[in-house]
């Protein structure tokens, strides 16, 4: 199992494979100018060859564990804007609870299968302002797209997929004052707004202000009801015998 960039994606996969039609998908959006997508710094990763691919199959946290950590590893050295794309190959379109279950279940898969320690700086209760989900001692945002969701286009993909997004690559976007970096943030929920068929979710907010719960965008379903809270805290090494995993 091996993360791709684009010229990998295109050399690797036969263009009839299941592989090559999602990427091809996710490729449309990212350089679509007549729609164009919502995420700008999306498009600008996969512009300039900054964004990673992975086709786990099947997709699970035991075969996307070693891939993730390999990517955070070597994500600095890619540079600014970068990604980490998961794709699941594609099967029966499942409801959106369906999916919004196999998500969190995956990461709190994942984190049982982490090789780093958790990082000090970020709580593990997930209820809190500076909560986000950590792998391999790197704090990564995470998205969730799925073929189930119709009215939140932006959010939609042939397949279940999975970005995670270092922290890191925020830095000078959403925590700086930059008038470039500003407009940049408008010009995202402006697209938002002519993208999807329904209003930007209201508890879109900005990490580490108060009140904002990170979780809640990890994965956005058709309505603006913000959702529960799924699990108190991800699941450590020591639970594996109490929720019976094997770490």
Not at 10 to 20: E, M, N, S, V
Not at 185 to 194: G, I, T
């Amino acid at each position: 199992m091996s993360c791709f960039n684009r010229e990998d994606v295109i050399d690797q996969f036969a263009p009839q494979g299941w592989q090559r039609v999602v990427f091809a998908e996710f490729e449309a959006a990212m350089t679509s100018r007549s729609r164009p997508f919502p995420c700008v710094f999306g498009q600008s990763g996969f512009r300039a060859g900054r964004l990673r691919f992975a086709f786990p199959d099947p997709l699970s946290a035991e075969t996307l564990a070693p891939i993730l950590h390999t990517y955070l590893r070597e994500a600095r050295d890619i540079g600014s804007m970068t990604s980490l794309v998961v794709f699941a190959r594609p099967g029966p379109v499942l409801r959106i609870d369906d999916y919004r279950r196999r998500f969190w279940d995956l990461l709190d898969e994942l984190a049982l299968r982490d090789p780093g320690q958790w990082p000090a700086d970020i709580p593990r209760n997930m209820d809190e302002d500076l909560w986000e989900f950590c792998f391999a001692g790197e704090p990564v945002f995470v998205v969730c797209n799925t073929p189930a969701h119709v009215l939140r286009q932006s959010r939609r993909a042939t397949s279940f997929t999975i970005t995670f997004q270092p922290r890191w690559v925020f830095d000078g976007i959403t925590n700086t004052t930059d008038p470039a970096a500003q407009r940049s943030l408008a010009m995202v929920r402006e697209r938002l707004d002519a993208f999807d068929a329904l209003e930007a979710a209201p508890f879109l907010g900005t990490y580490g202000e108060h009140g904002n719960r990170e979780y809640q965008q990890y994965f956005l379903d058709d309505t603006n009801e913000p959702p529960a809270c799924p699990f108190r805290r991800l699941a450590t090494p020591d639970d594996v015998v109490k929720k019976g995993k094997v770490a």
